[in-house]
């Protein structure tokens, strides 16, 4: 896939000298960073495979509901236990399975996300909220196979080469590229864009007789190199990827109950902490748990909302959506 973005260094560029490999300076935020992909490491199991029937399978696996009843009372928690088993149908004895749970009911535009716990011995407990009332259906997925979170890991630590990155670079009115990465394998001189502050650290090949501060956008696309063995890659064919694991009961029933409490929520704001899940929809309007939104304003009054307000954005490629729908929808000038 090929993308572009408009970059703006972080901090003031510099030309450094001729280095076999770049790599990031100490400080005291990286070794934050360091210590929680350390977390991470001793979290996802470092597990091999020799045969594809050896892996998870999700129409192998089981999930029953461990408190069931006839009907639930509005607020109450549903507990689900998951059993992996491999395509051998043999039990598995580790976890790091990638699963996705929800809970949903189509008639009323509602769904919400479930917490999964893992027991690291092939066994999960999936907590649903149940926050509406009516008939509510589940779903679990196994997304991606413990052997596949286990490999994306091993590949992720491994390097930086599975994205190439391009620089375009103005000179009088020119438009030149040039080769740039988060390292590089260089003997010429480098323009580092690096940020002290936050640890983050980006480099291009600096071009003769051209600032580094000429840099003006930034072109990324994927290479054909992967750190995944061939056995690995059948790991993620699309047919391998969101299975869904039987269940034996596929809905149930929810009621408002008596004596229930309703407890008064703060207005939303940012800087609030988020639980998990950290709300859920009903009649496709987002409900937050931590707190209330008092009013959904119409999109006929977003201009007027907006007026005079910087927004900040900082996401991924799902956010870039709003970046392109705002200069769509408001009407204001440039």
Known sequence: QLSNVQFLPYGSP???????????????????????????????????FNNLTEISSGTNSTATILNYKPKYCLGDTL???IQMFNYLGERKTYGGDFLRARIFSPNLGAAASGRVEDFNDGTYNVYFTLFWEGRVQMSILLMHPSEAVSSLWRARNQGYKNVKYIGKFLKKGQEVHTECGFQL????????YGDDKYGEFFYCMKLPGIPCEA???????????????DKEKMLFTRSNIGVEIPQDINQV?????????IEVKPKCQT????????GYFL??????????????EP?????????????????????????????EHLKCEY
């Open 271 to 278: 800087g609030m902490s988020l639980p998990f899940p950290s």
């Open 253 to 261: 029933d929810v009621v408002k109950c008596k004596n229930m409490s």
């Open 283 to 296: 009649d496709n309007v987002w409900y937050p748990l931590y707190c209330n939104l008092s009013s959904y």
């Open 215 to 229: 840099l003006i956008s930034m072109k990324s696309e994927n290479t054909p190199h992967a750190y995944l063995t």
């Open 79 to 81: 507990i689900v236990k």
């Open 185 to 192: 394998d260089s003997q010429g001189e480098i323009c580092d």
């Open 14 to 48: 510099t030309t450094t000298q001729p280095t076999k490999s770049t790599t990031a300076k100490p400080h005291d935020l990286e070794q934050q960073v360091i210590c929680k992909l350390d977390l991470i490491n001793r979290t996802i199991p470092n597990v091999f």
């Open 299 to 327: 999109l006929a009054n977003i201009t007027t909302c907006l007026t005079g307000r910087i927004i900040y954005l900082m996401g991924d490629s799902t956010l870039r959506q709003w970046i392109e729908y705002f200069p």
